[in-house]
């Protein structure tokens, strides 16, 4: 599905303070999968995300997403891509606090020119899949931390994208809302849809069945844990 050769991503080249998040990163990510990605603040795995979300670009290195090299692809064309296959949900929610629940799951829809009525009704079911069909009309700002976050993953499954991409989804969430959070995760992933995570907690790392953890913008440990998962706090 996801195909990662000699990825390398760099930052201010040729200057004095040039960077080097990541270095010759080589990742395959089957369909289905639910995968951690670990690491310490500045490890480069948010780069990582950010470059298999199709936010960024890698320097060197190839990208391919099924038969489709993504790093080839025109600007529209990607943007295109990346509306319709990826889902991304952030720890800050990034939601229009002074819209309702359904007008920021309405958001994605507006890019497929779907005729009106059919966008709603395709909002609707989504929030419905995440358990927040009662807030439908309800402003964004005057909601909790895991209603937001549930409001978030709902606009994230609006288009049935083949992945989610999580970035510390959890975070700004208190131990038992973040446990459900990951329970509509997992349950996304038994249905078929690829789930990437990243994260810096082990027990939500132990919801996934497979780790990879970066060290300096290098993978030092890419671990199949099975079908088996249990939640610990000691995985690494």
Same mark, same amino acid.
């Given at each position: 599905? &996801? #195909? ?6 760099? !930052? ?14 080589? +990742?395959?990510? #089957? ?14 795995? /948010?780069?990582?995300?950010? &470059? ?9 290195? =190839? !990208? ?14 990607? /943007?295109?891509?990346?509306?319709? /296959? ?10 229009l606090n002074d819209e309702t629940a359904l007008q920021n799951v309405l958001t994605p829809l507006y890019f497929n020119k779907t005729p009106l009525i059919k966008m #709603? ?22 909601? =909790?931390?895991?209603? *937001? ?12 994208? =083949? ?11 208190? /131990? #038992?809302?973040?446990?459900? &959070? ?7 992933? *038994? ?11 082990? *027990?939500?790392?132990? !919801?996934? *069945?497979? $780790? +990879?953890? +970066?060290?300096?913008? $290098? ?5 199949n844990l099975g079908d088996d998962c249990i939640v610990t706090e000691e995985i690494l």
């Open positions: 599905m &996801i #195909k990662l050769n000699g990825v390398t991503k760099k !930052y201010n080249i040729g200057m004095p303070n040039e960077l080097t998040a990541l270095n010759n990163i080589n +990742i395959e990510i #089957k369909e289905g999968e639910m995968i951690a990605i670990m690491g310490t603040s500045g490890a480069g795995k /948010s780069t990582l995300m950010h &470059i298999i979300g199709c936010i960024d670009n890698s320097t060197e290195g =190839s !990208y391919f997403f099924g038969n489709t090299q993504i790093n080839k692809l025109s600007e529209g064309r990607l /943007s295109k891509f990346r509306n319709e /296959s990826i889902g991304i949900l952030l720890q800050d929610f990034a939601l #709603k009704t395709t909002a609707r079911e989504a929030l419905a899949m995440v358990g927040v069909e009662e807030l439908e009309t309800q402003k964004v700002g005057t909601m =909790s931390g895991g209603q *937001k976050q549930r409001v978030a993953l709902a606009r994230a499954l609006v288009n049935s994208p =083949s992945i989610i991409l999580a970035d510390e989804p959890t975070g700004a969430l208190d /131990s #038992k809302t973040a446990d459900e &959070i990951m329970g509509l995760l997992v349950d996304l992933n *038994k249905k078929g849809v690829t789930v990437i995570i990243v994260t810096h907690d082990n *027990k939500i790392a132990g !919801y996934c *069945k497979r $780790i +990879i953890e +970066i060290a300096d913008g $290098i993978i030092c440990i890419d671990r």
